[in-house]
């Protein structure tokens, strides 16, 4: 009867370790697959581009700038809740707005370039009560009290090299940028701890108005319109280790204490754009 249950125990092994296998090869297959799909995209652009007669050509690209809205999400650490990791930022979603558009400086690769404007909300009622018991346990307090202010507001300065593929009246845009994200304000935070004589003072984390090195990449859909408009969709991914964060007040160094807020943002954004 041992026996056939350390079989049975084996077999279910072999299974998991099948199954683990079979996962990384479809995840391997895929990537490849869209690795291989791109490589192809490009190089067929590139050769209809050099069969094409001279009246077949299509128009050249023309740069464009647009103006966008749309949703800025948090995400990763930025969105997190969790107490005890001091990366979690208790972002939430948001409004974003800005300029967008790219200088072709031959064929069909430019340098794009955005600049946008973003708020990720603050700090709610929930997410007061959650620091407010993690300081009272970590403090080993009678209570805390937590009274969060202002929100997470930001400027982002992007630029970076753009490749477009057009079909008809269609142009999809990839891009990958580097900047600068400038924080105008982040949630300041001040912690009343009670019961305890290390710490009988309030302390605040405060608000940072910090820069930080920024990096990310792009994806969009452009429709030409004619005469020189067109609308667009695109996707943007932002990441930054954030800036500087400062507490002042504190007597004793028990608890999270935050010193950088590294900001992920996903945004969805609709724009107008105009060729020149």
């Known amino acids: 009867m041992l026996f056939f249950t350390r079989l049975l125990n084996q077999t279910d092994k072999v299974r998991q370790t099948l199954y683990i296998i079979s996962t990384i090869y479809n995840m391997k297959q895929t990537f490849t697959s869209l690795t291989a799909a791109l490589f192809m995209l490009i190089a067929f652009n590139a050769r209809a581009q050099d069969t094409n007669s001279d009246d077949d050509k299509p128009a050249k690209l023309r740069s464009y700038i647009s103006v966008f809205a749309g949703q800025s999400r948090a995400l990763g650490d930025f969105k997190s809740t969790d107490y005890s990791d001091i990366k979690s930022g208790f972002a939430k ?32 009622y929930d997410d007061d009560q959650k620091i407010s018991q993690g300081y009272t346990d970590d403090f080993k307090a009678d209570g805390s009290t937590v009274t969060a202010d202002k929100r997470y507001r930001s400027y982002n300065f992007l630029l970076g090299p753009q490749y ?9 845009d990839l891009r990958a ?12 935070i001040a912690v009343d701890i009670t019961g305890v ?12 108005k910090g820069t930080a090195f920024a990096y990310g990449g792009s994806a969009a859909i ?17 990441n930054s280790k954030g800036p500087n964060i400062e507490t002042t007040g504190r007597t ?7 010193t950088k807020q590294p900001i992920t943002e996903g945004q969805l954004v609709l724009g107008l754009t105009r060729e020149f």
């Open 252 to 258: 004793s160094n028990l608890g999270r204490i935050v």
């Open 177 to 188: 940028a580097a900047g600068a994200i400038k924080s105008t304000a982040t949630p300041s």
């Open 197 to 208: 004589k290390a710490q009988t003072t309030t302390f605040t984390q405060q608000s940072s």
């Open 164 to 172: 477009t593929f057009v079909y008809h009246r269609f142009a999809f």
């Open 222 to 238: 452009k429709f030409n319109m004619g005469v020189g408009w067109g609308l667009m969709l695109k996707g943007n991914y932002i």
């Open 93 to 124: 979603n948001g409004f974003v707005f800005g300029i967008d558009g790219a200088v072709y400086i031959y064929k069909h690769f430019a340098i794009g370039y955005t600049l946008s404007k973003q708020d990720q909300g603050n700090l709610t």
